[in-house]
């Protein structure tokens, strides 16, 4: 049985992505788990209890939101539990991924200064340590059902185990799964035959899925590549690898719960 972690802040972020997470739970029959790594709650909790003057708790209870939810009639109906790990360090965290055989972490996407209070969790730490990739679920992304997956690479070093990996989610959803191919910086263009041989020779060949397909691009500006994926491709998630090139130029060197805010679709980032 698939397990899906949830990082939980008790942010508005976090109710979303929790909410992106039931939804893939349903397609993907996989369980929830909720990692609750801010003690906000609990430090309201005993200021109200000391008499101290408090605002009310402005975060819903998470746990409780997404029992609530599954209530609904699904063909499947995902167990929901919860973990307090707001004392653990990114190592620790990443342990109890590892431990717990997770399939995939969802995390919400902050905006500036929305979690100034509550503890950051270094998420190149975690995804440096785990086996799992990584979703982060920009604020913006519709909940719906996933018609369209897009895999940025080269398909010079295009991971098979990323493919099957995600045609076995694409599946689920009987949805389209694309290779975006992108030379790497320094490397040039691939033709159009040599490209298409080499995507059934090196992919096509491994994963046999009735909906994986491949487009050369040329645009070298990863951020209009983007755009181009986005609005072009209508792609209803992005996918990228750690530490690969194309990451680096779409969100930075390193991996943070921001995203920039031309992605307004879930990113699932891949360990290298």
Request: aromatic residues 6%; hydrophobic residues 45%.
């Amino acid at each position: 049985m698939k397990t899906i972690l949830v990082i939980n802040d008790h942010s508005a972020a976090s109710q979303h992505a929790a909410q992106m997470a039931l939804a893939i739970a349903r397609e993907t029959t996989a369980n929830i788990l909720i990692a609750n790594v801010s003690y906000k709650r609990a430090r309201l909790k005993s200021l109200a209890i000391a008499g101290t003057d408090t605002e009310e708790e402005p975060y819903a209870d998470l746990l409780q939101s997404l029992l609530e939810d599954i209530e609904v009639d699904y063909s499947f109906t995902p167990e929901v539990a919860y973990l307090d790990v707001f004392d653990c360090s990114e190592k620790d965290l990443a342990a109890t991924i590892i431990k717990n055989n997770i399939w995939m972490v969802v995390k919400g996407c902050d905006e500036a200064g929305e979690s100034a209070d509550l503890k950051t969790i270094n998420l190149q730490s975690v995804l440096n340590r785990v086996s799992c990739p990584l979703m982060i679920v920009p604020r913006q992304a519709s909940i719906k059902a996933i018609e369209r997956i897009v895999y940025t690479a080269d398909l010079r070093y295009c991971r098979l185990d990323v493919v099957k990996y995600l045609a076995e989610l694409a599946n689920c959803y009987d949805a389209s799964l694309n290779i975006s191919h992108i030379s790497a910086d320094g490397l040039p263009n691939m033709e159009e035959h040599y490209a298409s041989l080499l995507f059934k020779e090196s992919i096509g060949r491994s994963v046999k899925y009735h909906k994986l397909s491949f487009n050369n691009t040329r645009e070298r500006n990863m951020q209009r590549a983007v755009d181009v994926m986005i609005d072009g491709l209508k792609a209803d998630m992005l996918v990228l690898v750690n530490h690969q090139y194309h990451l680096q130029q779409i969100v930075g060197r390193y991996v943070t719960p921001t995203l920039p805010e031309n992605i307004t679709v879930p990113l699932l980032i891949f360990p290298c």
